[in-house]
């Protein structure tokens, strides 16, 4: 409360140099590479906000899609992709029909990661389709862009931006197979942090510890599968051989859907941040909810 009149002279400075930021920034320019599907939803309002605070917008849309509509706020630039809408549709679903079989534990692995396989190839089209498009990279490299916003979930976005050499913003949920660890190069000592899908917490007793330490290797296996065609793909562009690592180390910034009340403390670097809250942004009242059946229909 007395901070104003004690220090009048560096706050009057602050506000001095504020005024002279915010009246010197431009708007600048925006790439959104969008993640069809969910991700988009948040995205779409994280773009409102910048368009809000006078920045422009171009978001890339393949010619089929989910959720992927033009609004006010962005222009839309359009590419064509080498699939219909029908095969689109036709392939989730099926995916998301196989997502809610019942089945024993390795047999849903097995289809767990020929789905993702499945669902990679048909990002890795849609991959393919952009980034050798001429027309549009020239589009794109002639119309100097301050940033990549992207969520690198399917990095297509992160090679993008490198291919451009234009910085990258990360806009994430979460990442399988500790990807961003490893493209941030944070530390996840096995004994600690618990990997994802193991569903160990992180009070884990010696046993549980051999197994956190061990489970990588068996999804290392599976992000082989799932990404090797994209590296390739990568390697393809870039014209020499190209690290997953190397695609997830380009974002300058990563900004997590997330926050330590649902997810595991863990190290983070400097350029990590969580913005979990986010998503509350557009609350709606709650439908009245009877907790007790509610319970009685768990205990049930
Ligand atoms: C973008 O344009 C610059 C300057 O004309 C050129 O050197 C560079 O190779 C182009 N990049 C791509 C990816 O086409």
């Known amino acids: 409360m007395s901070a104003g009149l004690h220090a009048p002279w560096p706050v009057l400075l602050g506000l001095w140099l504020l005024l002279c930021v915010s009246s010197g920034a431009q708007g600048g320019k925006v790439l959104v590479v969008p993640l069809d599907g ?59 029909h196989a997502t809610f079989e019942r089945q024993p534990l390795p047999m849903k692995f097995l289809k767990g990661v020929e789905k993702t396989k499945q669902s990679s190839l ?86 549980e510890r051999v197994k956190n330490m061990l489970f990588p290797l068996a999804m290392n296996y599976v992000c082989h599968v799932c990404f090797s065609p994209f590296a390739s793909l990568a390697s393809d562009l870039l014209q020499r051989e190209v690290s997953l690592r190397e695609i997830f180390g380009y974002g300058s910034i990563w900004l997590f859907r997330g926050d330590f009340v649902m997810d595991y403390p863990r190290p983070i670097m400097p350029n990590m941040f969580f913005i979990g809250g986010i998503n509350c942004l557009n609350r709606k009242p709650l439908s009245q909810v009877c907790i007790g059946c509610f319970i009685q229909a768990l205990a049930r």
């Open 38 to 96: 969910s991700s988009w939803l948040s995205m779409r309002q994280a773009v409102q906000a910048l368009h809000a605070r006078g920045h422009q917008a171009v978001v890339l849309v393949p010619d089929v899609s989910m959720h992927l509509k033009g609004e006010e706020f962005f222009t839309m630039k359009h590419y064509e992709v080498s699939y219909t809408q029908d095969e689109f549709d036709r392939f989730f679903q099926k995916y998301f």
């Open 122 to 207: 048909i990002y890795l089209k849609t991959c393919r389709d952009l980034v050798f498009n001429k027309d549009l990279i020239r589009y794109l490299n002639s119309s100097s862009f301050d940033v990549v916003l992207t969520d690198p979930l399917w990095p297509c976005g992160a090679l993008l931006a490198k291919y451009l050499s234009i910085p990258a913003v990360f806009f994430l949920r979460s990442i399988p197979f500790e990807l961003d660890s490893e493209g941030t190069q944070s530390p996840i000592p096995s004994s600690y942090i618990p990997r994802t899908l193991t569903a160990l917490t992180d009070h884990m007793t010696f046993l």
